[in-house]
C-alpha cells in the first residue's frame, strides 16, 4: 500500500469584525470548529482555495478563460475525510450544533456565487466515514451586502423540535426573511 502525504493545510482564519471595504478582500481560507465526527476530541476544518476550474469544467490553464474558484473543507488532522469541492467567489462555514440528533455536529457551506450577489446554501453531516448533505440547497440573495457570521449562524434555528431556515423572498421589494422548515435528508 502506498502511503500519500497530504498537503499542509494552510491555517489561516477569516476573522473579519465587520466586513470589508472590497469583496476581494474576503480571505479565501474560513474556519469552523466542533465535534464532527464520533470522538470527543475537537475538530478543527478550514475551507482551502484549491484552484481555478473554467466555467465551461475544464482545468484553467488559460489565464484568458473565465474561471470559477474551488475550494474544499479539510480537517486539520485528516481524522475526518475533505469535503467535497466547493466552486464560487468564496465560501463560509457555520457550525449549526447537532440538527439530526446524531450527537455530532454539521456544518453549513454558504458559496457565494462568481456570478450573482448570492450564496447558495446547504448543511452536511459526516456520517459513516463521508460527508453527506443533509439538506437541499436554497438561496439567500445579499444585494451585494456583507452578512456577517451571526447573520448566516441564525439562518437556521431549531423551534420546539422542528428545524427551520430562513429565505429571503425576492418577490417582495423589502426583501422580508421567511421561515421555512427545513426537511433532512
Not at 489561516?12 to 481560507?29: K, R, V
Not at 475551507?47 to 469544467?57: A, Y
Not at 457550525?95 to 455530532?104: I, P, R, V, Y
Request: hydrophobic content about 35%.
Amino acid at each position: 500500500m502506498i502511503n500519500i502525504v497530504e498537503p499542509a493545510i494552510d491555517t489561516g482564519m477569516m476573522i473579519l469584525a465587520s466586513p470589508p471595504e472590497n469583496a476581494q478582500f474576503i480571505p479565501d481560507t474560513v474556519h469552523v470548529e466542533g465535534y464532527f465526527d464520533d470522538d470527543t476530541s475537537c475538530d478543527k476544518g478550514y475551507g482551502v482555495f484549491v484552484g481555478n476550474t473554467r466555467s465551461d469544467g475544464v482545468n484553467a490553464a488559460d489565464a484568458e478563460a473565465p474561471t470559477e474558484k474551488q475550494y474544499v473543507v479539510r480537517f486539520q488532522d485528516n481524522r475526518l475525510k475533505p469535503m467535497p469541492v466547493m466552486t464560487g467567489r468564496h465560501i463560509r462555514l457555520v457550525n449549526e450544533g447537532d440538527l439530526n440528533a446524531d450527537g455530532k455536529d454539521e456544518i453549513s457551506i454558504f458559496v457565494l456565487s462568481m456570478r450573482s450577489c448570492m450564496y447558495t446554501a446547504s448543511t452536511w453531516s459526516y456520517t459513516a466515514g463521508r460527508w453527506i448533505r443533509l439538506t437541499d440547497y436554497w438561496s439567500i440573495p445579499t444585494l451585494c451586502d456583507y452578512l456577517s457570521d451571526e447573520e448566516l449562524q441564525n439562518r437556521i434555528v431549531m423551534e420546539d423540535g422542528v428545524l427551520y431556515y430562513y429565505e429571503t423572498d425576492i418577490s417582495d421589494k423589502d426583501l422580508p426573511l421567511v421561515k421555512k422548515e427545513l426537511v433532512l435528508k
